[in-house]
Protein backbone atom coordinates (compact mmCIF):
# COMPACT_ATOMS: atom_id res chain seq x y z
CA UNK A 1 0.00 0.00 0.00
CA UNK A 2 1.71 3.43 -1.33
CA UNK A 3 1.86 6.20 1.63
CA UNK A 4 -0.58 8.80 1.31
CA UNK A 5 1.09 12.23 -0.42
CA UNK A 6 2.88 14.51 1.91
CA UNK A 7 0.78 18.12 2.64
CA UNK A 8 2.51 21.07 0.99
CA UNK A 9 3.22 22.86 4.73
CA UNK A 10 2.86 25.91 1.82
CA UNK A 11 -0.85 25.30 1.60
CA UNK A 12 -1.46 24.76 5.37
CA UNK A 13 -3.61 27.59 6.91
CA UNK A 14 -4.34 28.68 10.64
CA UNK A 15 -7.61 26.77 10.85
CA UNK A 16 -7.92 24.05 8.35
CA UNK A 17 -10.58 24.42 5.30
CA UNK A 18 -12.19 22.02 3.16
CA UNK A 19 -12.37 23.55 -0.69
CA UNK A 20 -15.91 23.22 -2.30
CA UNK A 21 -16.08 21.89 -5.77
CA UNK A 22 -15.91 25.03 -7.59
CA UNK A 23 -12.67 26.04 -6.33
CA UNK A 24 -11.58 23.02 -6.71
CA UNK A 25 -11.51 23.30 -10.65
CA UNK A 26 -8.81 26.07 -10.31
CA UNK A 27 -5.03 25.04 -10.58
CA UNK A 28 -3.52 25.02 -6.83
CA UNK A 29 -7.36 26.98 -5.90
CA UNK A 30 -5.86 27.36 -1.95
CA UNK A 31 -3.68 30.26 -3.48
CA UNK A 32 -6.26 31.76 -5.99
CA UNK A 33 -8.54 31.23 -2.72
CA UNK A 34 -6.14 33.69 -0.81
CA UNK A 35 -6.05 36.03 -3.61
CA UNK A 36 -10.30 36.50 -3.62
CA UNK A 37 -10.55 37.15 -0.04
CA UNK A 38 -7.75 39.65 -0.10
CA UNK A 39 -9.26 41.74 -3.12
CA UNK A 40 -13.24 41.29 -1.56
CA UNK A 41 -11.90 42.19 1.67
CA UNK A 42 -13.10 45.86 3.08
CA UNK A 43 -9.90 46.66 3.68
CA UNK A 44 -8.45 46.22 0.23
CA UNK A 45 -11.42 48.71 -0.88
CA UNK A 46 -10.80 51.49 1.38
CA UNK A 47 -7.36 51.54 0.00
CA UNK A 48 -9.23 53.30 -2.78
CA UNK A 49 -9.10 56.27 -0.67
CA UNK A 50 -5.57 56.82 0.95
CA UNK A 51 -3.24 58.33 0.08
CA UNK A 52 -0.08 56.97 -1.83
CA UNK A 53 2.39 60.05 -1.85
CA UNK A 54 -0.01 63.10 -2.24
CA UNK A 55 -3.60 63.59 -0.91
CA UNK A 56 -6.00 63.24 -3.52
CA UNK A 57 -8.25 65.81 -1.59
CA UNK A 58 -5.88 67.95 -1.07
CA UNK A 59 -3.52 68.06 -4.17
CA UNK A 60 -7.76 67.78 -6.45
CA UNK A 61 -6.15 65.63 -9.12
CA UNK A 62 -6.58 61.67 -10.04
CA UNK A 63 -3.34 60.95 -8.59
CA UNK A 64 -2.44 56.93 -7.83
CA UNK A 65 -3.53 56.08 -4.26
CA UNK A 66 -2.79 53.23 -2.25
CA UNK A 67 -5.48 51.06 -4.24
CA UNK A 68 -4.28 52.11 -7.68
CA UNK A 69 -0.77 51.70 -6.97
CA UNK A 70 -0.98 48.09 -5.46
CA UNK A 71 -3.10 46.82 -8.53
CA UNK A 72 0.01 48.24 -10.44
CA UNK A 73 2.67 46.73 -8.24
CA UNK A 74 0.10 43.42 -8.84
CA UNK A 75 1.05 43.63 -12.63
CA UNK A 76 4.77 44.17 -12.46
CA UNK A 77 4.79 41.50 -9.76
CA UNK A 78 2.92 38.83 -11.60
CA UNK A 79 5.30 39.67 -14.74
CA UNK A 80 8.41 39.06 -12.87
CA UNK A 81 6.98 35.76 -10.78
CA UNK A 82 5.70 34.27 -14.33
CA UNK A 83 9.43 34.57 -16.11
CA UNK A 84 10.58 33.06 -12.95
CA UNK A 85 8.36 30.34 -12.91
CA UNK A 86 8.95 29.73 -16.99
CA UNK A 87 12.62 29.85 -16.92
CA UNK A 88 13.84 26.00 -17.56
CA UNK A 89 17.45 26.68 -16.55
CA UNK A 90 19.69 27.21 -13.58
CA UNK A 91 17.70 30.14 -12.44
CA UNK A 92 14.43 28.65 -12.29
CA UNK A 93 15.80 25.62 -11.18
CA UNK A 94 17.32 27.78 -7.95
CA UNK A 95 13.56 29.50 -7.56
CA UNK A 96 12.51 25.70 -7.33
CA UNK A 97 14.98 24.92 -4.57
CA UNK A 98 14.28 27.96 -2.33
CA UNK A 99 10.33 27.01 -2.43
CA UNK A 100 9.00 27.96 -5.76
CA UNK A 101 7.56 31.58 -6.91
CA UNK A 102 3.68 30.71 -7.46
CA UNK A 103 2.50 33.74 -9.66
CA UNK A 104 -0.94 33.57 -7.48
CA UNK A 105 0.81 33.60 -4.08
CA UNK A 106 2.62 36.83 -5.82
CA UNK A 107 -0.73 38.10 -6.92
CA UNK A 108 -1.51 38.20 -3.20
CA UNK A 109 0.90 39.81 -1.69
CA UNK A 110 1.25 41.99 -3.85
CA UNK A 111 -2.45 43.00 -3.82
CA UNK A 112 -2.11 42.86 0.39
CA UNK A 113 1.04 44.48 0.78
CA UNK A 114 -0.33 48.01 1.09
CA UNK A 115 -3.02 47.18 3.56
CA UNK A 116 -1.79 48.36 6.56
CA UNK A 117 -1.03 51.88 5.92
CA UNK A 118 -3.21 54.58 7.34
CA UNK A 119 -4.19 57.37 6.60
CA UNK A 120 -2.23 60.31 4.87
CA UNK A 121 0.48 57.92 3.94
CA UNK A 122 3.83 57.63 5.77
CA UNK A 123 3.18 60.73 7.96
CA UNK A 124 -0.07 59.33 9.34
CA UNK A 125 2.51 55.79 10.35
CA UNK A 126 4.75 58.67 11.68
CA UNK A 127 2.51 60.28 13.98
CA UNK A 128 0.57 56.94 15.13
CA UNK A 129 3.88 55.16 15.66
CA UNK A 130 4.99 58.25 17.86
CA UNK A 131 1.35 58.20 19.74
CA UNK A 132 1.46 54.63 20.29
CA UNK A 133 4.84 54.70 22.18
CA UNK A 134 4.56 57.77 23.94
CA UNK A 135 0.65 58.16 25.10
CA UNK A 136 -0.06 53.74 25.52
CA UNK A 137 3.58 52.51 26.19
CA UNK A 138 3.53 50.01 23.14
CA UNK A 139 7.16 49.80 22.57
CA UNK A 140 6.68 48.42 18.51
CA UNK A 141 4.57 51.80 18.55
CA UNK A 142 2.83 51.49 14.88
CA UNK A 143 4.47 50.16 11.63
CA UNK A 144 2.59 49.95 8.48
CA UNK A 145 3.87 46.13 7.73
CA UNK A 146 3.04 44.96 10.70
CA UNK A 147 -0.40 46.45 10.37
CA UNK A 148 -0.61 44.58 7.20
CA UNK A 149 -0.12 41.11 8.72
CA UNK A 150 -1.80 42.22 11.45
CA UNK A 151 -5.06 42.56 9.64
CA UNK A 152 -4.27 39.83 7.41
CA UNK A 153 -4.67 37.33 10.50
CA UNK A 154 -6.53 38.80 13.01
CA UNK A 155 -8.44 41.79 12.18
CA UNK A 156 -10.31 41.45 9.37
CA UNK A 157 -12.24 38.07 8.89
CA UNK A 158 -13.93 35.92 6.60
CA UNK A 159 -15.97 33.33 7.92
CA UNK A 160 -15.14 32.72 11.68
CA UNK A 161 -13.88 34.76 14.69
CA UNK A 162 -10.16 34.73 15.40
CA UNK A 163 -9.29 33.60 12.48
CA UNK A 164 -8.62 36.83 10.24
CA UNK A 165 -8.41 35.58 6.71
CA UNK A 166 -7.54 32.36 7.36
CA UNK A 167 -4.83 32.84 4.30
CA UNK A 168 -2.15 30.04 3.19
CA UNK A 169 1.43 30.19 4.88
CA UNK A 170 2.92 31.32 1.46
CA UNK A 171 0.64 34.24 1.28
CA UNK A 172 1.32 34.81 4.96
CA UNK A 173 4.83 34.80 4.69
CA UNK A 174 5.23 36.57 1.15
CA UNK A 175 3.45 39.55 2.76
CA UNK A 176 6.86 39.87 5.89
CA UNK A 177 8.91 42.13 3.89
CA UNK A 178 10.76 42.35 6.53
CA UNK A 179 10.87 39.12 7.95
CA UNK A 180 11.86 39.75 11.60
CA UNK A 181 10.15 41.72 14.81
CA UNK A 182 10.65 44.77 16.17
CA UNK A 183 13.13 43.74 19.25
CA UNK A 184 15.24 41.80 16.56
CA UNK A 185 17.18 45.37 16.11
CA UNK A 186 18.56 45.50 19.42
CA UNK A 187 20.12 42.22 18.90
CA UNK A 188 22.23 42.89 15.74
CA UNK A 189 25.92 43.19 15.71
CA UNK A 190 27.38 46.71 16.40
CA UNK A 191 28.95 47.21 13.42
CA UNK A 192 27.92 44.39 11.39
CA UNK A 193 26.13 45.10 7.89
CA UNK A 194 22.18 45.01 8.60
CA UNK A 195 19.48 44.05 6.71
CA UNK A 196 17.03 47.18 5.03
CA UNK A 197 15.34 48.25 7.76
CA UNK A 198 16.74 46.48 10.95
CA UNK A 199 18.76 49.17 12.50
CA UNK A 200 16.95 51.06 14.91
CA UNK A 201 16.61 54.72 14.51
CA UNK A 202 17.91 55.94 17.80
CA UNK A 203 20.72 53.59 19.38
CA UNK A 204 19.01 50.96 21.43
CA UNK A 205 15.76 50.62 19.79
CA UNK A 206 14.39 48.23 17.90
CA UNK A 207 14.21 47.59 14.08
CA UNK A 208 12.95 50.72 12.31
CA UNK A 209 11.19 48.28 10.03
CA UNK A 210 9.47 44.97 10.74
CA UNK A 211 7.02 42.62 9.46
CA UNK A 212 4.88 41.34 12.56
CA UNK A 213 3.97 42.59 16.26
CA UNK A 214 4.72 40.18 18.97
CA UNK A 215 1.06 40.15 19.08
CA UNK A 216 0.77 38.02 15.76
CA UNK A 217 4.34 36.28 16.60
CA UNK A 218 2.61 32.47 16.06
CA UNK A 219 1.51 33.54 12.57
CA UNK A 220 4.46 34.91 12.10
CA UNK A 221 6.62 31.59 13.07
CA UNK A 222 3.82 29.16 11.17
CA UNK A 223 4.23 30.99 7.89
CA UNK A 224 8.09 30.67 7.96
CA UNK A 225 8.27 27.17 9.01
CA UNK A 226 7.10 26.30 5.56
CA UNK A 227 9.91 27.71 3.58
CA UNK A 228 13.15 25.82 5.28
CA UNK A 229 15.54 26.41 2.89
CA UNK A 230 15.13 30.26 3.35
CA UNK A 231 17.55 31.90 6.20
CA UNK A 232 16.44 34.10 8.95
CA UNK A 233 15.88 37.76 8.17
CA UNK A 234 15.44 36.76 4.64
CA UNK A 235 12.45 37.22 2.56
CA UNK A 236 11.16 34.34 0.47
CA UNK A 237 11.36 34.33 -3.02
CA UNK A 238 8.12 35.47 -3.43
CA UNK A 239 8.22 37.78 -0.79
CA UNK A 240 10.88 39.32 -2.79
CA UNK A 241 9.59 39.65 -6.30
CA UNK A 242 6.79 41.46 -4.48
CA UNK A 243 9.16 43.61 -2.86
CA UNK A 244 11.62 44.82 -6.46
CA UNK A 245 7.75 45.25 -8.10
CA UNK A 246 6.62 47.82 -5.57
CA UNK A 247 9.88 49.33 -5.77
CA UNK A 248 9.31 49.70 -9.52
CA UNK A 249 5.80 50.48 -9.09
CA UNK A 250 6.84 53.69 -6.92
CA UNK A 251 9.83 54.88 -8.30
CA UNK A 252 7.71 55.11 -11.99
CA UNK A 253 4.04 55.57 -11.08
CA UNK A 254 4.55 58.54 -8.82
CA UNK A 255 6.48 60.15 -11.56
CA UNK A 256 3.77 59.95 -13.46
CA UNK A 257 1.74 61.70 -11.26
CA UNK A 258 4.40 64.33 -11.01
CA UNK A 259 4.51 64.94 -14.67
CA UNK A 260 0.98 65.14 -15.32
CA UNK A 261 0.41 67.53 -12.31
CA UNK A 262 3.45 69.81 -13.64
CA UNK A 263 5.07 69.79 -10.20
CA UNK A 264 8.91 68.62 -11.57
CA UNK A 265 10.16 72.26 -12.69
CA UNK A 266 12.39 71.19 -15.75
CA UNK A 267 14.86 73.60 -15.58
CA UNK A 268 15.82 72.74 -11.25
CA UNK A 269 15.66 69.05 -12.39
CA UNK A 270 17.93 69.74 -15.39
CA UNK A 271 20.09 72.13 -13.07
CA UNK A 272 20.57 69.26 -10.33
CA UNK A 273 21.43 66.34 -12.79
CA UNK A 274 23.76 68.62 -15.09
CA UNK A 275 25.78 70.02 -12.67
CA UNK A 276 26.28 66.73 -10.82
CA UNK A 277 27.67 65.27 -14.29
CA UNK A 278 30.00 68.16 -14.96
CA UNK A 279 31.21 68.74 -11.76
CA UNK A 280 31.27 65.30 -10.28
CA UNK A 281 34.92 65.42 -9.44
CA UNK A 282 34.46 68.39 -7.59
CA UNK A 283 31.75 67.42 -5.52
CA UNK A 284 33.02 64.44 -4.43
CA UNK A 285 36.00 66.16 -2.54
CA UNK A 286 32.92 68.71 -0.76
CA UNK A 287 32.97 67.63 3.33
CA UNK A 288 29.28 66.26 3.87
CA UNK A 289 28.42 68.84 6.19
CA UNK A 290 29.25 71.53 3.40
CA UNK A 291 26.80 69.46 1.12
CA UNK A 292 24.03 69.31 4.03
CA UNK A 293 24.03 72.83 5.14
CA UNK A 294 23.21 73.45 1.08
CA UNK A 295 21.05 70.72 -0.15
CA UNK A 296 19.09 72.68 -2.82
CA UNK A 297 22.53 73.79 -4.29
CA UNK A 298 22.48 72.16 -7.66
CA UNK A 299 24.37 68.92 -7.62
CA UNK A 300 24.53 68.13 -4.26
CA UNK A 301 21.37 66.14 -3.61
CA UNK A 302 22.66 63.61 -6.29
CA UNK A 303 26.18 63.68 -4.53
CA UNK A 304 24.75 62.85 -0.85
CA UNK A 305 22.28 60.28 -2.49
CA UNK A 306 25.48 58.62 -4.08
CA UNK A 307 27.65 59.00 -0.88
CA UNK A 308 24.83 57.13 1.10
CA UNK A 309 24.03 54.13 -1.00
CA UNK A 310 28.02 53.78 -1.58
CA UNK A 311 27.92 53.92 2.25
CA UNK A 312 25.25 51.76 3.30
CA UNK A 313 25.66 48.84 -0.37
CA UNK A 314 29.06 48.89 -0.97
CA UNK A 315 28.51 45.21 -2.06
CA UNK A 316 26.17 46.93 -4.73
CA UNK A 317 26.63 50.43 -5.08
CA UNK A 318 29.44 51.87 -7.74
CA UNK A 319 30.56 55.27 -8.66
CA UNK A 320 30.69 54.41 -12.52
CA UNK A 321 27.08 52.49 -12.16
CA UNK A 322 25.54 55.64 -10.12
CA UNK A 323 26.66 58.01 -13.36
CA UNK A 324 25.51 55.85 -15.89
CA UNK A 325 22.68 55.86 -13.86
CA UNK A 326 22.30 59.42 -13.79
CA UNK A 327 23.11 60.62 -17.70
CA UNK A 328 20.46 57.47 -18.29
CA UNK A 329 17.35 59.23 -16.03
CA UNK A 330 18.65 62.72 -17.29
CA UNK A 331 18.46 61.80 -21.08
CA UNK A 332 15.51 59.61 -20.84
CA UNK A 333 13.71 61.82 -17.74
CA UNK A 334 15.45 64.91 -17.95
CA UNK A 335 15.73 65.83 -21.15
CA UNK A 336 13.02 63.54 -22.66
CA UNK A 337 9.81 63.53 -20.86
CA UNK A 338 9.91 66.31 -18.49
CA UNK A 339 11.49 68.28 -22.06
CA UNK A 340 7.97 68.23 -22.80
CA UNK A 341 4.78 69.64 -20.46
CA UNK A 342 2.19 67.42 -20.18
CA UNK A 343 -0.74 69.25 -21.81
CA UNK A 344 -3.58 66.42 -21.48
CA UNK A 345 -3.48 66.11 -24.96
CA UNK A 346 -3.59 62.31 -26.24
CA UNK A 347 -0.13 62.78 -27.86
CA UNK A 348 0.85 64.02 -24.54
CA UNK A 349 -1.04 60.14 -23.00
CA UNK A 350 0.75 58.09 -25.79
CA UNK A 351 4.43 59.50 -25.22
CA UNK A 352 3.80 58.96 -21.17
CA UNK A 353 2.31 55.47 -21.71
CA UNK A 354 5.42 54.67 -24.32
CA UNK A 355 8.10 55.86 -21.88
CA UNK A 356 6.81 54.38 -18.55
CA UNK A 357 6.20 50.66 -20.46
CA UNK A 358 9.66 50.78 -21.63
CA UNK A 359 11.03 51.39 -18.25
CA UNK A 360 8.59 49.06 -16.45
CA UNK A 361 9.69 46.26 -19.22
CA UNK A 362 13.40 46.75 -18.88
CA UNK A 363 13.28 46.87 -15.02
CA UNK A 364 11.05 43.40 -14.85
CA UNK A 365 13.52 41.81 -16.96
CA UNK A 366 16.51 43.12 -14.77
CA UNK A 367 16.32 40.39 -11.54
CA UNK A 368 18.59 38.03 -10.78
CA UNK A 369 18.08 35.37 -8.59
CA UNK A 370 21.03 34.06 -5.79
CA UNK A 371 21.30 31.01 -3.73
CA UNK A 372 22.66 33.24 -0.97
CA UNK A 373 22.37 37.04 -1.14
CA UNK A 374 23.97 39.48 0.52
CA UNK A 375 22.07 40.38 3.60
CA UNK A 376 20.65 43.53 2.49
CA UNK A 377 19.07 42.24 -0.75
CA UNK A 378 16.97 39.07 -1.23
CA UNK A 379 17.04 35.82 -3.34
CA UNK A 380 15.59 37.84 -6.02
CA UNK A 381 17.37 41.78 -6.73
CA UNK A 382 17.56 43.64 -9.25
CA UNK A 383 20.50 44.09 -11.19
CA UNK A 384 23.02 46.29 -10.31
CA UNK A 385 22.49 49.01 -13.15
CA UNK A 386 18.39 48.39 -12.42
CA UNK A 387 19.20 48.79 -8.46
CA UNK A 388 20.81 52.59 -8.99
CA UNK A 389 17.90 53.71 -12.17
CA UNK A 390 15.38 52.96 -9.03
CA UNK A 391 17.31 54.84 -6.49
CA UNK A 392 17.80 57.77 -8.57
CA UNK A 393 14.66 57.77 -10.16
CA UNK A 394 13.22 57.85 -6.40
CA UNK A 395 15.75 60.68 -5.71
CA UNK A 396 13.93 62.96 -8.24
CA UNK A 397 10.66 62.54 -6.83
CA UNK A 398 11.89 63.00 -3.41
CA UNK A 399 14.27 65.93 -3.65
CA UNK A 400 11.25 68.06 -5.95
CA UNK A 401 8.22 67.07 -4.60
CA UNK A 402 8.43 65.77 -1.17
CA UNK A 403 10.63 68.04 0.19
CA UNK A 404 8.22 71.08 -0.95
CA UNK A 405 7.26 73.32 1.79
CA UNK A 406 3.45 73.90 0.60
CA UNK A 407 3.17 69.47 1.03
CA UNK A 408 4.85 69.80 3.91
CA UNK A 409 2.62 72.23 6.07
CA UNK A 410 -0.82 70.42 4.58
CA UNK A 411 1.11 67.34 6.09
CA UNK A 412 1.82 68.33 9.43
CA UNK A 413 -2.14 70.03 9.30
CA UNK A 414 -3.08 66.44 8.58
CA UNK A 415 -0.76 64.70 11.53
CA UNK A 416 -2.71 67.25 13.90
CA UNK A 417 -5.85 65.04 12.65
CA UNK A 418 -4.53 61.65 13.60
CA UNK A 419 -3.46 63.12 17.12
CA UNK A 420 -7.14 64.69 17.60
CA UNK A 421 -8.49 61.46 17.01
CA UNK A 422 -6.41 59.16 19.08
CA UNK A 423 -6.69 61.60 22.09
CA UNK A 424 -10.08 62.02 21.52
CA UNK A 425 -10.81 58.48 21.76
CA UNK A 426 -8.62 57.49 24.14
CA UNK A 427 -10.44 60.09 26.27
CA UNK A 428 -14.00 58.57 25.65
CA UNK A 429 -12.62 55.01 26.35
CA UNK A 430 -11.74 56.21 29.84
CA UNK A 431 -15.11 57.85 30.30
CA UNK A 432 -17.26 55.42 32.70
CA UNK A 433 -20.16 57.21 31.93
CA UNK A 434 -20.21 57.39 28.34
CA UNK A 435 -18.05 54.74 27.02
CA UNK A 436 -20.92 52.35 25.99
CA UNK A 437 -21.68 54.74 22.94
CA UNK A 438 -17.98 54.57 22.20
CA UNK A 439 -17.94 53.13 17.95
CA UNK A 440 -18.70 49.54 18.76
CA UNK A 441 -15.89 48.43 15.81
CA UNK A 442 -13.32 50.25 18.09
CA UNK A 443 -14.42 48.16 21.13
CA UNK A 444 -14.04 45.16 19.25
CA UNK A 445 -10.87 45.94 18.36
CA UNK A 446 -9.97 47.17 22.53
CA UNK A 447 -11.17 43.70 22.93
CA UNK A 448 -9.44 41.82 20.29
CA UNK A 449 -6.53 43.51 21.30
CA UNK A 450 -6.55 42.26 25.03
CA UNK A 451 -7.43 38.88 24.08
CA UNK A 452 -3.81 38.89 22.02
CA UNK A 453 -2.24 40.41 24.84
CA UNK A 454 -3.62 37.99 27.95
CA UNK A 455 -2.57 35.48 25.27
CA UNK A 456 1.23 36.66 25.09
CA UNK A 457 1.37 37.01 28.83
CA UNK A 458 0.34 33.42 29.23
CA UNK A 459 2.87 32.43 26.84
CA UNK A 460 5.71 34.65 25.91
CA UNK A 461 5.64 36.83 29.39
CA UNK A 462 9.21 38.32 28.68
CA UNK A 463 7.80 39.53 25.29
CA UNK A 464 6.42 42.42 27.33
CA UNK A 465 7.57 44.94 29.28
CA UNK A 466 5.14 44.31 32.20
CA UNK A 467 2.56 42.00 32.85
CA UNK A 468 0.31 43.54 35.42
CA UNK A 469 -3.00 43.71 34.47
CA UNK A 470 -3.83 48.14 34.39
CA UNK A 471 -0.58 47.74 32.11
CA UNK A 472 -2.08 44.96 30.09
CA UNK A 473 -5.35 46.74 29.31
CA UNK A 474 -3.67 50.29 28.78
CA UNK A 475 -1.48 48.23 26.24
CA UNK A 476 -4.73 46.84 24.82
CA UNK A 477 -6.57 50.39 24.62
CA UNK A 478 -3.82 51.69 22.50
CA UNK A 479 -3.78 49.35 20.36
CA UNK A 480 -7.34 48.77 19.47
CA UNK A 481 -7.51 53.00 18.93
CA UNK A 482 -4.45 52.42 16.75
CA UNK A 483 -5.81 49.77 14.46
CA UNK A 484 -9.24 51.77 14.79
CA UNK A 485 -7.62 54.67 13.42
CA UNK A 486 -5.37 53.26 11.01
CA UNK A 487 -8.35 51.08 9.54
CA UNK A 488 -9.60 54.86 8.27
CA UNK A 489 -9.49 56.42 5.20
CA UNK A 490 -7.95 60.14 4.54
CA UNK A 491 -11.73 61.34 4.12
CA UNK A 492 -13.08 59.11 6.57
CA UNK A 493 -10.22 60.61 9.16
CA UNK A 494 -11.09 64.28 8.63
CA UNK A 495 -14.57 63.64 9.17
CA UNK A 496 -14.52 61.50 12.12
CA UNK A 497 -12.00 64.70 13.68
CA UNK A 498 -14.56 66.97 12.66
CA UNK A 499 -17.06 65.19 14.79
CA UNK A 500 -14.82 64.62 17.52
CA UNK A 501 -14.29 68.43 17.87
CA UNK A 502 -18.07 69.05 17.70
CA UNK A 503 -17.18 71.23 14.28
CA UNK A 504 -19.38 68.77 11.76
CA UNK A 505 -21.98 70.47 10.09
CA UNK A 506 -23.32 66.73 8.36
CA UNK A 507 -23.85 64.94 11.84
CA UNK A 508 -25.56 61.78 10.17
CA UNK A 509 -23.08 61.64 7.18
CA UNK A 510 -19.72 61.58 9.23
CA UNK A 511 -21.19 59.20 11.76
CA UNK A 512 -21.50 56.46 8.66
CA UNK A 513 -17.66 56.50 8.65
CA UNK A 514 -17.75 55.13 12.56
Not at 198 to 203: M, S, T, V
Not at 244 to 267: E, G, P, V
Not at 280 to 304: F, N
Not at 342 to 371: C, P
Request: proline share 5%; hydrophobic share 45%; charged share 25%.
Amino acid sequence: MSEPAAVDPRIARRVAEQLDEFQLVEYRPEFRVDLERIRFSPYFSRLSAVTQVISQSGAGLAVHNRLTHSVKVTAVARAIAVSLVGDRGERGALVRDLGGCDPVVVQAAAAAHDLGHPPFGHLGEQTLNRLARERFGLDEGFEGNAQTFRILTRLDEYDRAGSGLNLTAAVRAAVLKYPWMRAEGQRWPVGAATPRGLAPARPGEGALKFSAYTLDAADFAQARAAYPAIAPLQQTVECSVMDIADDIAYSLHDLDDFYRADLLNQAAVSAEFRTWIRDRAALARIPREELLRAPRTPGHGLELLRRRMVEKDPWVAGDDAFGESVARVADEVVDGLLSVPYDGSLAADRGLAVFMSGWIARLQHSVSVERDPHVRSGHVSLDTAAWHDVAVLKFLQERFVLHRPDLAVYQRGQASVIERLVTSFAAWLDDDDDVRRAPRRLLDLVEIAAEDYLRVRDRSPEALPTTDAAALRRYATGRGIIDYVASLTDAQAMSVAALVSGASERLWDGGQGL
